[in-house]
């Protein structure tokens, strides 16, 4: 059997997170406004790997539930990643 080094995140680290992806996805009406809806494709890629990243939040919490630590270790890495690849520290943009 493989041994598995917990570094899942807690329920109150994927709270936290989650908070800063919603407060993100709130403030893209008030972008796609102020820019006429033409969305760059780079922008898009981005949002769509902030949804995947919310995603794959949710699916710590599954595996948490389902007591499944490989998958919650697997998934935690997995948004470590998207975290960084995307930037979610800096996403809070300045509308």
Known sequence: MVKIKSNVMTKKEID???NKIYKERRSWSAINKQIHYKIPEDEIRRREFILFAQYTLY???DAK???????????????????????????????
């Open 16 to 18: 936290k997170e989650l």
């Open 59 to 61: 699916k710590i919490e």
């Open 65 to 95: 539930k389902e007591k499944n630590k490989m998958m919650a270790s697997f998934n935690s890495e997995l948004y470590g990643v998207i975290k960084e690849y995307v930037g979610l520290e800096k996403c809070q943009r300045q509308s």
